[in-house]
């Protein structure tokens, strides 16, 4: 059931307009966002007027398209112009985007209100959220535990109701896990689908922005609105926009599904396991078969991984030197030590921990033991993903290994954070396209992630089969009509 | 006795429209800051779109050095920070550049010798720092940037090191220099910095010796502190070396005010620049179709030109002169197609039409005498109705005027007198009015016969055509009978 066709038909019919909607989606975030703190900024005034001018149009008949005056957030990486871009970081603290992100200019061209620029961690750094500069933001379905990450924000604003539907971006699962923590659909399309431009990058090569939503259908509408190629990215892919919600069937007969068995072992929580066993059961009653197999390159995805993100990163963020934007430190005596004293103090420490380790996997005489070395496990993986698709049309894993954690339970433990990417770490290594949706949740009601992957370019098969998946199990991920 | 080993690394700016990776326009010389957006100024989220037209010139210098340009190369980060550098990186080519190997060939013992060329890269041109109180950062208040300059396409040519001396080295910038130029891909301006060298030198024994420690000077801007540069580091090495000191690898800094290089740094102190492939690139893939379609469309190369003008009989002064400039070889080749031979056409180009253009800060392309004014000058020479000399006021009058030959010539009336009726009785009258040198001329005073020539062309204002009152002369005294 889509929340975007449901509005925009009561919008169309008469029965509900724009402004009562923003009306109550503002009361929202001020009602929870206080507890939650998924927003690092609301635009409560603009998104008002411009629910106004949508109701006008609305009552004049105008033909508009199916995301007007759909309530949405974007995750503070991605920029829209003259509004701040933080990273959630003290050294974006007060920057004012220039320009529009590609995506963001979709999103406006196609009427979507935005409410807001949503918390995450610093950069797009971790799997919590707990590294964002400037708050923490709470799980909705249990305030003492993290909503996952590094899009925390937009999964917890999408499931506490406050915007219909989010942009994150996907590093190494940053879209996924935080949308199976808090029980929501949250897609990776294929690497180059969706233009990169605007998106502060984190590790360019496995960047992708993707979005967060309640339903299928909706992530299939929100692909579709930012999807297509982009002259102002050389990795956009050259593909028109995708089709897929037109497309929809939930339909998975006749298909296999592989299962690594790397991703069903002893490292996975007994709950999450079952859970994903129950699903996988489930679509074998209507028509798909599944098994399990082996694809060893999986046990070296998560450090190949912290190998090849924090290179790009420590590249990507030398440009946060305090001169030309951003925040500069004062004290700088020299240009060598504004510089130093700038980023020293302006990154948090995680940021810093990849930037370190980035400069020195890509330094002389480390370069080719584990930069280079990184590119050959991630090709291997990229051709194990392959052979798998010659046999299997989806591939099937639990989106993470656990349910989300305790706030604070990963401190003093980073490394203890990496490995709980393990299963949505080699999506983006590979380039495909995945998603993670609800399924059975856990004995304690917290909500788990169930994870599809597709060959490159085949969202469509992905969002069929998650349609399926979602309608057989309607009354746990059923929400009501807003 | 010393024998240098040198190797020249070239930055030459390309000559393009817009930057190496946005829209921007290359011009320079416009206020700080007016020629910039988010993907030359670093701004978070901003990604590079390569410019073709920098690849296809690129591929026209690989093609003129006679390099391989590769079906496939890479462009890499090359990591630093610096003010001028907006992204905290530079984006360049690093172990798989656009082209390999080529060759120039410079003048050497009457011959020729051939320079090797190891790789030809592309890569972006930094911002300019503008040090407010002192030419250096370390003296400055502050320092302002202009990043007009960042991300302007540059290519960068390295020459394997088979240079031997000083002059060597000046003919081989000369003549990659000349190879652009012609080209039309870069303006070849080393002191407005449109073509940079950097050179690097070590020293030896004798010509059979191991290579020594090599130190590269950087801040050469002309062709004649090339050379000032390589004998003062030759000097520098050779007194290290006769103390019994060993040179150390460095970079050094050439100052052509007092005549000396100065450590910039240390090989210890040398960045390392973590170069990685862009991820927001991908490889530069190079159809055989596209290089052979820009083969095919390749300008006159100079080094063509060179030769062709010296098998029409050009000096070789006139030739250097000529290629230095290629608007000037194209209005030679102009004049020249209209019948004009091209030794006739040489002089007057390289001498006074190159004087005047100077003079009035013209160039060859919009000289206020075009290609078809100096074919008409040159044809009313050539038949006799204009002397030489008639024909250099001729045009100075045209660039004062902007009138042509033709015009200038019907206005003062300035054609050559070659009537022999009016000529002839001319003579008679003058030999009439002068019967002593007539007499010192039959008495066989032979150069008394210039007086009478001088005459007549004083009579006709300097426009009688000499050659025809000296035989009307001739002819006129020997009637003469003259008693004795």
Known sequence: MSHIQALADAYRQGHHRVSAEVTTRLATIQHHDPTIQAFLSVQADLAMAHAQELDQRFQKGDTLPLLAGIPVAIKDNIHIKGRHTTCASKILASYTAPYDATVSGHLHAQGAIVMGKTNMDEFAMGSSTEQSAFQTTRNPRDVTRVPGGSSGGSAAAVAADMVVAALGSDTGGSIRQPAAFCGVVGLKPTYGRVSRYGLVAFASSLDQIGPLTHTVEDAAILLDAISGFDPMDSTSSNRPATRCYDGLRADIRGMRIGVPAELLGDTIDPAVKESVIAALDQLATHGASWEPFSMPALNAAVSTYYIIAPAEASSNLARFDGVRYGYRHPNGSTVKDMIATSRGHGFGDEVKRRIIIGTYVLSAGYYDAYYHQAQRVRRAISQQFQAAFATYDLIVTPTAPTTAFELGAHDRDPLGMYVADIATIPVNMAGLPAISIPCRPAPSGLPIGLQLIAPAFEEQRLLNAALLHQTLSMPTTQKEKP | ?484
């Not at chain 2, 003008?309 to 030679?332: H, I, M, N, W």
Request: proline letters at 6%.
């Open chain 2, 1 to 484: 006795m010393v024998s240098p080993v040198i190797g020249i690394e070239i930055h030459a700016q390309l000559k393009t429209t817009t930057k190496l990776f946005c829209g921007c326009l290359t011009q320079f010389g416009d206020p700080p800051n007016t020629h910039v957006c988010p993907v030359c100024t670093g701004s978070p989220g901003a990604l590079p779109v390569l410019n073709k037209q920098a690849v296809r010139y690129a591929i026209m210098a690989g093609l003129a050095l006679n390099g391989r340009i590769q079906p496939v190369s890479v462009f890499a980060r090359k990591n630093y920070f610096y003010p001028d550098l907006p992204k905290g990186y530079q984006i360049s080519q690093y172990d798989r550049p656009i082209v390999l190997g080529g060759w120039v060939d410079i003048p050497s013992d009457g011959g020729l010798k051939r320079i090797g060329i190891t790789r030809i890269h592309i890569e972006e041109d930094a911002g300019k720092l503008l040090h407010q109180g002192s030419d250096t950062i370390a003296g400055s208040s502050h320092s302002i940037v202009d990043l007009n300059r960042a991300s302007t396409p540059l290519i960068e040519i390295v020459t394997e090191p088979d240079i031997r001396s000083a002059s060597e080295a000046r003919w081989v910038v000369e003549r990659i220099r000349e190879t652009l130029v012609h080209l039309g891909i870069c303006d070849g301006n080393m002191e407005e910095g449109s073509l940079r060298a950097d050179i690097n030198v070590s020293i030896r024994e004798d010509d059979t010796a191991p290579f020594g420690t090599r130190c590269e000077i950087k801040n050469v801007n002309s062709f004649r502190s090339i050379e000032r540069a390589i004998h003062i580091e030759m000097s520098r090495q050779a007194a290290l070396l006769a103390k019994g000191e060993a040179v150390i690898q460095q970079t050094r800094q050439y100052d052509e005010a007092t005549q000396t290089t100065r450590t910039l740094r240390d090989k210890e102190e040398s960045h390392d620049y973590r170069y990685f492939p862009d991820p927001d690139l991908t490889p530069l893939v190079i159809e055989s179709s596209w290089i052979e379609a820009i083969k095919t469309a390749l300008p006159e190369q100079a080094a063509h030109r060179r030769v062709r003008y010296k098998a029409v009989g050009l000096s070789d002064f006139e030739t250097d002169v000529l290629l230095a400039d290629p608007q000037a070889c194209r209005y030679l080749d102009t004049v020249a197609d209209a019948g004009i031979p091209h030794p006739i056409a040489a002089k007057w180009i390289v001498g006074d039409l190159n004087a005047h253009i100077k003079d009035r800060g013209h160039t060859f392309a919009n000289s206020a005498v075009p290609p078809a004014y100096l074919v008409e000058l040159l044809t009313a020479i050539m038949q006799g109705t204009l002397s030489g000399k008639l024909g250099k006021s001729v045009l100075s009058a045209c660039f004062e005027t902007g009138e042509s030959p033709q015009q200038i010539i019907a206005k003062t009336g300035q054609t050559q007198v070659s009537d022999e009726g009016e000529l002839s009785s001319m003579v008679g009258q003058i030999c009439a009015q002068h019967p002593d040198v007539v007499a010192k001329v039959k008495a066989g005073k032979g150069g008394a016969i210039q007086f009478l020539m001088g005459q007549v062309m004083k009579e006709t204002k300097g426009r009688a055509n000499p050659d025809m009152v000296k035989g009307l002369l001739e002819a006129h005294l020997n009637t003469l009978n003259t008693p004795i």
